[in-house]
């Protein structure tokens, strides 16, 4: 078994990684949340406030690489466009052009899909 300690360096080191991408797409798309923030949630990958805050599941870091980024740009994209239309989609082409795919896939490799926990 595992200390508690071993335990939260472990989580500290996985909530700095995922940060450490979010702050990378955060550069590409070039968006300014007021603040980034790495928990546990429940029922979605990520959220955000009308404030300009992100947040984002710590689970995602099991998930493949690709999916992360999804849950990622689509989450910093909402920072730009609050809703799901025509200018979201194309935004979200123009960044990551498989994310079709890619929710696709996350959706067949697992019963708990994408889009139940998607923003
Ligand atoms: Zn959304």
Redesign the pocket.
């Known amino acids: 078994m595992k200390s508690s300690k071993q335990m939260s360096n472990r989580l500290l080191r996985e909530k700095k990684q995922l940060k450490a991408e979010v702050e990378r797409w955060i550069n590409i798309i070039k968006v300014e949340p007021k603040q980034i923030r790495v928990q546990r949630m429940v029922q979605k990958w ?1 959220s ?1 406030s009308s404030k300009g805050w992100v947040s984002f599941n710590i689970d995602l870091i099991h998930e493949p690489q690709k999916f992360r980024d999804y849950v990622i740009v ?2 910093l ?2 920072l730009r466009i609050p ?2 239309g025509k200018l ?1 989609k194309s935004m979200l082409n123009a960044y990551l052009p498989e994310w079709e795919q890619i929710v696709k896939v996350r959706n067949k490799r697992s019963a708990r899909k994408a889009s139940n926990k ?2």
Do not use: Q, Y
């Open positions: 990520a955000c689509h989450e994209l909402h809703n799901h979201f998607k923003c």
